[in-house]
């Protein structure tokens, strides 16, 4: 069974510091999605990573890909009380030519203190 | 309305109702996707459709009945739920071309069932 596991689950940080969240998974796959959702709001994608050693950059965040050590970082830059959120990663183990299946892991709920 | 909407965005409901949550997605896409998000369990998937056809249950009990008319409406029809389904039910949408790379998917605002 496929396990993708985050940690922290619970985040408490001050603004202008840095810090990673990490994201192991259990089984092949070249794969990965990092989203945000906010309280009462639904999923809103922040990066797709497709192959091993993707880094994508977007503002005060920077996601990257590891697919032999099965890890994938989300790394926080100077934190701002904006980038308050829950934030999840989700795997892909789509079979050949199948749907795309998302494997979620529970979240690392982020909050930003000023 | 523009990339995929939720209706209704609350639901309260009794064990012996029949109720239908509907999902639509205005992005053109061929892939509608049905999720579960509980508190404190992860996210789940549901169902999924490609092309209309379903190609994923992922276990989900009977009184779950999901329909896909169309490549841009998802229905999933509720009928003697237990109080443990109440949740937050998640639509998404992504463009699937058979195994190739995808894009990613992209989430409806959900409804929140809450089941008496």
């Known amino acids: 069974e496929l396990k993708v596991e985050q940690n922290p689950l619970f985040l408490s940080m001050q603004e202008g510091k840095n810090y990673t969240i990490y994201c192991n998974y259990s089984?092949?796959?070249?794969?990965l999605y990092w989203y945000r959702q906010d309280p009462g709001k639904s999923l809103e994608s922040l990066f797709v990573?497709?192959?091993?050693?993707a880094v994508k950059q977007e503002g005060r965040l920077m996601a990257s890909l590891d697919t032999k050590a099965r890890l994938s970082t989300l790394h926080i830059t100077a934190a701002v009380h904006d980038l308050s959120a829950t934030y999840f990663c989700?795997?892909?183990?789509?079979?050949?030519?199948?749907?795309?299946?998302?494997?979620f892991g529970k979240g690392t709920k982020l909050t930003v203190n000023p | 309305e523009t990339g995929v909407t939720q209706t209704p965005r609350h639901l309260v409901m009794g064990m012996t109702n029949k109720k239908s949550l509907k999902c639509e997605q205005h992005?053109?896409?061929?892939?509608m996707y049905w999720y579960k998000q509980s508190a404190k369990k992860p996210l789940e998937l549901m169902f999924v459709?490609?092309?209309?056809?379903?190609?994923e249950n992922n276990s989900v009990p009977s009184r779950f009945s999901p329909e896909c008319p169309n490549s841009s409406h998802l229905f999933l029809h509720l009928h003697t739920l237990q109080p443990e389904d109440s949740a937050l039910y998640l639509c998404?949408?992504?463009?699937?071309?058979?195994?190739?790379?995808?894009?990613?998917?992209?989430f409806g605002p959900g409804t929140r069932l809450l089941v008496l």
């Open positions: 998404a949408s992504s463009q699937s071309t058979g195994g190739e790379i995808q894009e990613t998917q992209y």
């Open positions: 089984t092949t796959s070249d794969r």
């Open positions: 990573l497709l192959s091993n050693g």
């Open positions: 989700a795997v892909d183990i789509s079979f050949q030519g199948g749907s795309e299946k998302l494997v």
């Open positions: 992005l053109g896409h061929n892939a």
């Open positions: 459709y490609n092309f209309k056809e379903q190609t």
